[in-house]
């Protein structure tokens, strides 16, 4: 019986990038319906790998990944040599700015002010070098209950973005029952473009507002990891980061108006910042009146003068 899917995706996604410390990166190759045990194997941009390889792992192992693979000094002008043995990511903190403008917005033709995008991917430490990597295989097979066999190779490498981005992986697959291999293909891409859209498009108090990203300028491969930042302050609910697709605002005060969020999209092979305003209208079903002079509000002014009568009435009592 001939295999009848095959598929190739990243392991241990979605991951960020570091720029800062080598990571272990492993492609995975997934083969299903054949019978016997198929024959795979990968190719880099058409060039068949040359991969050490490495012995099933035992039963009950759990996931396994090589450690180690690359044993260079970290450039000590980025991060100290002590955070690569403990294993740590240098993924530094956002820069701090200056608080937005507050108040509720004036009429304007644009209701968000779309930042263009901060690629940060191509800042790379001096360890990252040109040389070839070093490749290791690993074979596995496990028996379906329909007599035939699922087959899983994996591919694991030192990634370097620099000459790993954009570099097409392909896995074939030989079975005696094919008359010709078996063949799927991925590429791996460092995000760039995200495209932000923002619901409603015409946010005022009291309104939820969705921030979301639809997608790339590219095609974006392994699955990237998103984070929202409110710059120069935390997020409506109090967090500083939220990860996710989407960002989600119950019911916006006017406080929100003018705030900058910034969207940062990475995968192993680089990271990008996108920045978008929020601009918030007023609601004409939520009253609000004038200000006073102190810049209270009305209800407040009012507490007040029930306060001073009350007591004007209790001095003349006694």
Partial sequence: APPTSISVLAADTPAPFSRYQAQNFT???VVSGGKPAPLVYFKRDGEPIEATPLPEPPAGAG????????????????????????????????????????GLAAERDSVTESIPETVVSREFPRWVHMAEPIYYFRHTHAPVSDGTVEARATLTWTLNPQIDNEALFSCEVKHPALSMPMQSEVTLVAPKGPKITMTPTRARVGDTVRILVQGFQNEVF??????????????????AEHDGKELVLERVPAELNGSMYRCTAQ????????????????????PRGPEDSNGSLPGHCGFRFVLALTLTVILELT
Avoid: Q, Y
Wanted: with cysteine; charged share 20%; aromatic share 6%.
């Fill in 27 to 29: 492609l995975v190759c």
């Fill in 63 to 102: 996931s396994w990944a090589p450690r180690n693979l690359l044993h260079r000094d970290l450039d000590d002008t980025k991060v100290p040599k002590s955070l690569a043995a403990d294993g740590e990511l240098g993924m530094g903190n956002p820069f701090p700015t200056a608080d937005p403008p507050r």
């Fill in 222 to 239: 392994p699955e990237p990891l998103f984070t929202w930042t409110r710059v120069g302050s935390r997020l409506l609910d109090g967090s």
């Fill in 267 to 286: 995968n192993p092979l680089g990271s990008t910042d996108t920045h978008t305003r929020l601009i918030v209208f007023e609601n004409p079903n939520i």
